[in-house]
């Protein structure tokens, strides 16, 4: 995944300074070069922490950042895509796009630890599906009518734009020990390549999953495996994905 308008971080933290000294300061600000003169008016990492915790979400909402993900399955596109307020997405076409002999797989986390017979039978599943998509295509079906066959694993490509506010809200709802691995496994690498560009506006306090913040909010749906303490992202993957990285640390 990569965040496409990197700019737009900064300019999230610069807006939301600014949505908020804006309440505070109409009196002063008679015409536009006194509204200019608020808007570049500078702050610190202080200030930006103290506005990002308070319960007025709607100044976070003045900037869009946006991420693209490429690799991730059809069945991660189905599940994030639940989210509708304030997220626009924009994915890769079954109708337009022709897969025939082009097809790639996501492997599910617990495969790549699983025998090599049963990731050869998993492989081996996607792949008949996407024969029988060929030849639909090749017998003069359409992409879209040929789309019908194709495995949830296929690999696809996603634009995400979204306020800082809603990203928070999709990480934190989305990194929950509930959702599917490949799930979290790409919300944790936005939210740690989030984290990086603005480690005050996407803390773990105001970022993580609902359990290491507050309280698991999933009631009798609950996983039972708290994260008491407040992780990063980085360290969520580390702990709870280690097949991604090698005896080096490094990630596969």
Request: overall charge neutral.
């Amino acid at each position: 995944m990569k965040i496409l308008n990197c700019s737009a971080v900064k300019e999230a933290e610069k807006n939301t300074v600014f949505a908020a000294r804006l309440t505070q300061h109409g009196h002063e600000i008679h015409n536009m070069d006194d509204l200019l003169l608020l808007y570049e008016k500078a702050y610190t990492e202080n200030t930006l922490e103290k506005i990002s915790v308070l319960p007025h979400p709607t100044v976070q909402k003045f900037s869009v950042i946006t991420v693209a993900v490429v690799g991730a399955s059809r069945r991660f596109l189905s599940q994030i895509t639940r989210h509708q307020n304030e997220v626009k997405f924009m994915s890769a076409s079954l109708q337009y796009s022709n897969y025939d002999r082009q097809a790639d797989f996501a492997i599910p986390y617990e495969l790549l630890t699983a025998s090599k017979e049963v990731k050869e039978m998993y492989l081996k599943s996607c792949q008949e599906d996407m024969n029988c998509y060929s030849k639909l295509v090749q017998s003069d079906i359409d992409n879209d009518a040929a789309g019908y066959v194709t495995p949830q694993g296929l690999r696809n490509i996603l634009i995400i734009s979204a306020t800082p506010f809603q990203w928070k809200h999709m990480i934190g709802q989305r990194v929950c020990r509930r959702n599917t691995d490949e799930t979290r496994i790409v919300m944790l690498k936005i939210w740690q390549e989030l984290y990086s560009m603005s480690p005050v506006m996407f803390t773990p306090e105001q970022t993580g999953p609902f359990c290491q913040r507050d309280y698991c909010k999933e009631g009798k749906m609950s996983c039972g495996n708290t994260i008491y303490k407040l992780l990063t992202p980085s360290h969520i993957l580390r702990l709870d994905y280690p097949a991604l990285f090698t005896e080096d640390g490094n990630e596969n």
